[in-house]
Nanobody
Framework: QVQLVESGGGLVQAGGSLRLSCAAS????????LGWFRQAPGKEHEFVAT???????RYADSVKGRFTISRDNAKNTVNLQMNNLKPEDTAVYYC???????????????????WGQGTQVTVSS
């Protein structure tokens, strides 16, 4: 059974930084796309960033240049470094794992079959 556990959320002032981590178990970690998504109150899940099994990355326009996704296959972790945070970044952040190994294209939301419980990020103005 796949388990994903996020950590690193918290309260930060606008312009500050946070680093989220997600520890994965129950899967052959190195073979999967991993992603970060967020959900603000009253809104749908929003794509933030994804990293492929061969370290290609993709970001939402709203976070490009401020957030960096990375993975450590030795530790089975995926990280999200968030810099220059804005109040509109406030949300619950979730990590997710693709349902298929070695996918040859960036997966859509429906392809992510395993999700963590989420970690709250609050950015004050």
């Amino acid at each position: 059974q796949v388990q994903l556990v996020e950590s690193g959320g918290g309260l930060v002032q606008a312009g500050g930084s946070l680093r989220l981590s997600c520890a994965a178990s129950g899967l052959t970690f190195s073979g999967y796309f991993l992603g970060w998504f967020r959900q603000a109150p009253g809104k749908e899940h929003e794509f933030v960033a994804t990293i492929s099994w061969n370290d290609s990355t993709r970001y939402a326009d709203s976070v490009k240049g401020r957030f960096t996704i990375s993975r450590d296959n030795a530790k089975n972790t995926v990280n999200l470094q968030m810099n220059n945070l804005k109040p509109e970044d406030t949300a619950v952040y979730y990590c997710a794992a693709d349902s298929a190994m070695y996918r040859n294209a960036f997966p859509g939301l429906r392809n992510f079959g395993s999700w963590g419980q989420g970690t709250q990020v609050t950015v004050s103005s």
